[in-house]
């Protein structure tokens, strides 16, 4: 079966983008990241999101736009990733992420992810196609 995960850029009332700092198994370094994880079997991708962004950040979004729904491995079918932007995200709780690698959790302005994203510090695909989508959409 084909893994379905969401990918969520949450941006602040005052115009700043929740992401991590965090090393991951596959990536040389760090990176930085966007929200995301796993949908679970029978989970709509927007309540999903919305799970993953509480769970790993602590914060809810009232605003929520989907970004697409693409796949990962055009030849392989390795998985489906939906990506949505979470507007006027606010802290509601501490974060709870069962996540096994490192990470630090940021509040950066949006030059300083535009400046992060034209460097290729957003090292997984997914999440630099998320913040490239969301960037485009605020931008509207």
């Not at 084909?2 to 969520?8: F, G, K, M």
């Not at 965090?22 to 709509?44: M, N």
């Not at 079918?77 to 990506?83: D, F, R």
Request: overall charge negative.
């Amino acid at each position: 079966s084909t893994s379905h995960y969401v990918n969520v850029v949450a941006v602040t009332p005052d115009s700043n983008f929740r992401c991590f700092r965090q090393t991951k198994y596959g990536i040389e370094g760090t990176s930085l990241a966007v929200v995301g994880g796993y949908i679970e079997p029978g989970e709509a991708p927007l309540v999903a999101a919305r799970r993953e962004l509480l769970e790993e950040t602590g914060y809810r979004a009232p605003h929520w736009r989907s970004l697409g729904r693409y796949v990962v491995d055009g030849n392989r079918g390795a998985g489906m990733a939906h990506l949505f932007l979470a507007e006027e995200a606010q802290r509601v709780a501490r974060p709870n992420a069962d996540d096994l690698e490192e990470q630090e959790l940021l509040l950066l302005p949006r030059a300083a992810v535009e400046a992060a994203l034209a460097a290729g510090e957003f090292k997984v695909l997914a999440w630099a196609t998320a913040v490239s989508l969301a960037m485009h959409r605020l931008s509207r």
